[in-house]
């Protein structure tokens, strides 16, 4: 085989893979044939012939049906459902019978939306339990994600429910369910029948602001000073304009002051009788077999006390937090307000890293984003104080396969099993409620681990706390 003559040497040894001689001879057809020596010829790359396929019109064209592939795409995830049948129950609330006595009502119109389910639900079970210890209905809404005119929004490339009812995520007195413990209390209404009620031109609302509210004091101050408000008001209908500032804000659920409202808010009906909706505990069991319960009554009793033996649930939270955990350093913050209880055994102590930034860094990244190796070390220090323990269930915004060096690094260390978020088998209904089965089945773990800056762990351990779980049993990364 001849050599290339006119490719300069330096060419040839960048693009060796390319100039290949070898892979260009022709065989032949009889073994005494020699083979054709190969001619290159030095062809162009590029010429105005080839620029002019592409024409104004083709790209055009070409940029026009982008946008029509990405929707094609996003609508082969699913239409996401409507959840007719559970607007139907609630429409169907026996407090909904214009018959029955009414009593006051209290609306929020500027509560969340578009955030997270555990930042909306912290601030529902507060907003109720003013308008339980005010003597008022609560006026409970959609968990609104969009309020487009549209049934569904996109978020990561998926169509999801702009609005749900709550009836599909909790039920309890928050959503309008029963309060066995306080039968005489009025039962909360939706926002639809009290927009029947107080929506009339003739209605005539009251409405309180906040913004001289005591929005900094402890939690105990803040509700008592509500609580004398509400006592004076005499209109049936009554809404909060928190347009100047929140009535419940995420400082006010970040910090101690919280505590101060413990003792009565864990008493309340809003916890006391507090259970996730039908449809989340379907779900708990359907996967009864993942979750390897001594008994089944322990998945379908939704008010049993009796844990999960042998699990422990982890709640590793990835996505968002790599930059959110960096800031949270850089802010100073603390863990939110609950997991500060003086009953649970793992404390946060930045005071050694104040002034020094990279030791702070890392010190928060231990606990709000720990690497494989800090988890099973964790874990294996919770399996020596509660020996039972063999299986591990990790609620986690993480793909699946990057759970596999955690699953394999848990197996070394001894422990039976790992399962996951995603080995949950949902339908599709559902799978747009999965944040709450993920928290009704670490709800029910014989231990639960927490990401101590998250409201999703503080919302598991609140609802662990007030079921009566032992305070040693809620620990923290």
Known sequence: ??????????????????????????LTTS??????????????????????VFTLRKVLVSVTLVPVFLLLAIICQGIPPNY??????????????????????????????????????QEAIMMSYLAYTSNVSFVFEDYTWS????????????????????????????????MPSAPNAPRAVSAEFYAQVCGGPKSQKYVISSLNAPN????????????????????????????????????????????????????????????????????????????QPESARDLYDAHSRKSLAGLVALHLRRGDYKHHCPNLAKWGADYMGI?????????????????????????????????????VEKLRGIRKEYPGLKRVYVLSNEWAWTLDGLKSALEEDGWDDLVSSTDIVLDSEQKHVAMAVDMAIAEKAEVFIGNGFSSLSSNVVMLRMAKGMEGESNRFL
């Open 84 to 121: 007719e049948d559970i607007r139907s129950f609630e429409y169907h609330l026996p407090q909904h019978s214009s018959s029955k006595h009414q009593p006051q009502y209290l609306r929020f119109p500027g509560h969340l939306w578009g955030f997270g389910f555990n930042n909306v639900l």
């Open 31 to 52: 073994p005494s044939a020699q083979p054709r020596t190969t001619k290159y010829r030095r062809r162009c790359s590029c010429s105005w012939r080839t620029f002019r």
């Open 339 to 375: 997991n500060q209880h003086p009953s649970l055994p793992d404390r946060f102590d930045r005071s050694p890293y104040v002034n020094d930034t990279d030791a702070r860094l890392s010190y928060y990244l231990d606990h709000c984003w720990p690497s494989t190796e800090q988890v």
């Open 216 to 291: 900094d004091a402890d939690g105990i101050v803040m509700i008592n000073w509500w609580v004398n408000q509400l006592a004076s008001v005499q209109e049936p209908c009554i809404e909060i304009d928190s347009s100047g500032h929140d009535v419940f804000d995420r400082h006010f659920f970040g910090n101690p002051r919280i505590l101060s409202v413990w003792e009565s808010l864990a008493k309340s009906p809003m916890l006391t009788d507090f259970a996730w909706s039908p449809l989340v505990q379907s779900a708990v069991s359907r996967n009864f077999a993942l979750l």
């Open 1 to 26: 085989m001849k050599t290339i003559g006119w490719i300069p040497d330096s060419v040839r040894t960048a693009f060796s893979w390319t100039f290949r001689p070898e892979e260009y001879v022709l």
């Open 147 to 178: 309020h487009l005119p549209l049934p569904w929004t996109i978020y990561d490339f998926a169509l999801r429910p702009a609005r749900i009812p709550l009836n599909a995520l909790i039920s309890g007195p928050t959503a309008g369910g029963p």
